[in-house]
């Protein structure tokens, strides 16, 4: 039941990906036409691509992308051994866990603190616009938050990360 429940949830975060990369390609093509077709530029379109982008980097790599998605320095884990690995792996989780965590309460304020400020063309809130990092932080403290759960359950070494 849980696994049908993450599998809907990843089969989502993919959709709105998805979403996010067509909306962005469908306006660039629009900025496109408008610019060197009709010979009109629509000033707002470059603005809603970078916002499109900027939601799809951080959607994706919370939600979307997998471990073995990640750039990865692993010339040190990969010349040691399965349990030094461990060792390693839920270590590095921790510090990534207590960057991210100790940077949410300074996060959540400048976030909150931009809802006074618009973008110039579309007029959209900054507290929207920079809310994916916050919901991006809270991901990947979760995610490696399950990383040092599972590294610390195994008891198979040819199975370390």
């Given at each position: 039941?849980?696994?049908?429940?993450?599998?809907?949830?990843?089969?989502?975060a993919?959709n709105?990906?998805?979403?996010?990369?067509?909306?962005?390609?469908?306006?660039?093509?629009?900025?496109?036409?408008?610019?060197?077709?009709?010979?009109?530029?629509?000033?707002?379109?470059?603005?809603?691509?970078?916002?499109?982008?900027?939601w799809?980097?951080?959607?994706?790599?919370?939600?979307?992308?997998?471990?073995?998605?990640?750039?990865?320095?692993?010339?040190?884990?990969?010349?040691?051994?399965?349990?030094?690995?461990?060792?390693?792996?839920?270590?590095?989780?921790?510090?990534?866990?207590?960057?991210?965590?100790?940077?949410?309460?300074?996060?959540?304020?400048?976030?909150s603190?931009?809802?006074?400020?618009?973008?110039?063309?579309?007029?959209?809130?900054f507290?929207?616009?920079?809310?994916?990092?916050?919901?991006?932080?809270?991901a990947?403290?979760?995610?490696?938050?399950?990383?040092?759960?599972?590294?610390?359950?195994?008891?198979?070494?040819?199975?370390?990360p």
């Open positions: 039941m849980m696994r049908s429940i993450l599998l809907w949830l990843a089969r989502r993919d709105v990906a998805v979403g996010l990369l067509a909306a962005t390609f469908i306006i660039f093509i629009l900025q496109i036409v408008s610019r060197y077709i009709i010979r009109d530029p629509l000033g707002w379109t470059l603005e809603a691509c970078l916002l499109c982008w900027l799809l980097v951080f959607w994706s790599g919370a939600f979307n992308l997998r471990d073995q998605d990640h750039v990865r320095f692993n010339v040190l884990s990969e010349a040691v051994g399965p349990r030094t690995r461990r060792v390693f792996a839920i270590l590095s989780a921790l510090a990534i866990i207590a960057a991210l965590t100790a940077s949410l309460p300074a996060t959540a304020d400048f976030i603190f931009m809802a006074i400020e618009r973008t110039s063309l579309l007029k959209i809130r507290d929207y616009v920079f809310a994916i990092y916050l919901i991006f932080a809270v990947i403290i979760i995610r490696y938050a399950h990383r040092i759960y599972v590294s610390l359950g195994r008891t198979d070494e040819s199975r370390a």
